[in-house]
């Protein structure tokens, strides 16, 4: 089991940027492969991009403007977003024990922090 609170949302111009942490417990960190996911309002989950030892998957919509890291030391990844846009507002989750597009192959969940972009 693992459990996963994310931070560092908020409403940021366009142009600017934001980076989310998200903060996991309970079993190894390490070991779990980890990936972002977003909801925009009326729309369904997405996916954003993920981490997999050294190897980084990206959503063509992000890919050049966010990054994702960790810190396995602090069991924390990040996801660096720069260059944001208004499209780019959504709930923002983290989850863990995947490394695919799909959310259904993720087991673990964060709660969600809502990043808002305005023009």
């Known amino acids: 089991q693992v459990q996963l609170v994310e931070s560092g949302g908020g409403l940021v111009q366009a142009g600017g940027s934001l980076r989310l942490s998200c903060a996991a417990s309970?079993?190894?960190?390490?070991?779990?492969?980890m990936g972002w996911f977003r909801q925009a309002p009326g729309k369904e989950r997405e996916f954003v991009g993920s981490?997999?030892?050294?190897?980084?998957y990206y959503a063509d919509s992000v890919k050049g403007r966010f990054t994702i890291s960790r810190d396995n030391a602090k069991n924390t990844v990040y996801l660096q977003m720069n260059s944001l846009k208004p499209e780019d507002t959504a709930v923002y989750y983290c989850?863990?024990?995947?490394?695919?597009?799909?959310?259904?192959?993720?087991?673990?969940w964060g709660q969600g922090t809502q990043v808002t972009v305005s023009s």
């Open positions: 981490i997999r030892g050294s190897s980084r």
């Open positions: 309970g079993r190894t960190f390490s070991s779990f492969h």
């Open positions: 989850a863990a024990g995947a490394y695919g597009p799909s959310q259904y192959e993720y087991p673990y």
